[in-house]
């Protein structure tokens, strides 16, 4: 085993504690199947978290394969610039078919991070063509949409991004819409979305310096799977609306029907007016991402020559058709398979099954939406007193979910279950029940 751990000299893991590395070597996956991953010995791993919540229809899916193959076939690259690929085309048309109307234009680029900065790039140019210049962002606390140095701007989450803050930048934020710890003790049945009052205060002060809100809408994913009401999402947009500030919904992790909508913005009856896509939208395949706006906004870049106006921004692998293949495959799936609406059975079962937790010692709160649940766990669930963070029962709770053969990796103190859609009601059961035994015997010892 030793001489095949000798690429861990040369390798640096993202996310991961350098001792963590030495002490759990990674495991080595070889094959995947459905909701299961296999190990060079064979060992299988229910894949909890649809390995960072991009796999949304299994692994090793035929149907995307096949698509990928036929593609690699073809053509595997073109610029895309006076040239684009007949898959790219063919994406664009089916993407279109599932948009909000509004939502016109498509601009590709790798993966979410970079749909964020495209996205936050469109803003401020607009503006500067409407002759404002607006440089600001709000986001919300808790805000996590991306690692490139922009979408750090908007992230809200000290560990991560307090560092880049101090020497780089930080945009305007709003409190976190964090129900389980409202500081003002308010019930999400019953609140009115007070949480948004910092948004109202923000816009008053520096509205007119402000290009775009950015949010993650129903769900803040790294900062916990913090799960919030549609009426704080429809409050967001009120006010950007009264005070002439564009919205950027994050739809990264939330699109094509993780949280049962096909996007979570339809919760609160909304359209923003720029949308970023990535994670499900190739089924976890290849990486591939779009910044959706609306037409208005395109229009402002509509230009030649003359006047200048142009986006001066693209990746070498903007509309890679690869991975638009692999999109076209999992958006057939999506449309014949009716998803999200077919889920719906599933994700009762899924929901009940979380449910069962709220019950347990350690659990202070349960929460879901669609197929995404998580458990906040705590010391004292009376008092809601929180783990000690020395003792990392969280990550231990993990380790010995893993060596049950179950992937999941907790944020914080939340332990999330992202399933692939694909995942059987008989899979649910297992997911949860090793999940419970792990969190019994870590809790316990
Ligand atoms: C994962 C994620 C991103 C970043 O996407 P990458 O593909 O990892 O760059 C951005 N926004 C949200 C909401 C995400 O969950």
Redesign the pocket.
Known sequence: MKSQNNYLKNIWFPFTYADDVRKYPPITISKGEGVYLYDTAGKKYLDAISS??VNNLGHSNPEIVAAIKAQADKLEHVIMAGFISDSTIMLTQKLKKLLPLELTRIFYSD??????EAAMKIAMQYWMYRKEKRCEFIALGGA?????LG?MSVGGIPQYHTLFHDCHKKQNFTHGPYCYGCPEKKDKETCSAECMNSLEQILIKRGNRIAACIF?PMVQ??AGMRIYPAKVLTRIFKLCREYGVLTIA?????GFGRTGKMFACEYGDVIPDIM?L??GLTGGYL?L?ATVVRETIYQEFSGNAKNGRIFHHGHSFTGNPLAAAAACAVLDILERENIPDSLKDKTTHFQKGLESFSTMENVGEVRSIGMIGALELVADKKTGKRLPAEKRIPFKIAQNAISKGLLVRPLGDVLYFIPPYVIKNEEIDEMFAIAKKAILEEVAS
């Open positions: 960072w919540w993966d979410g991070s970079t749909a964020v996590y949409h991306g690692d490139t979408a993650e994913g790294a994050d739809e990264v992790m939330t970023c990535a994670k990486p991402s």
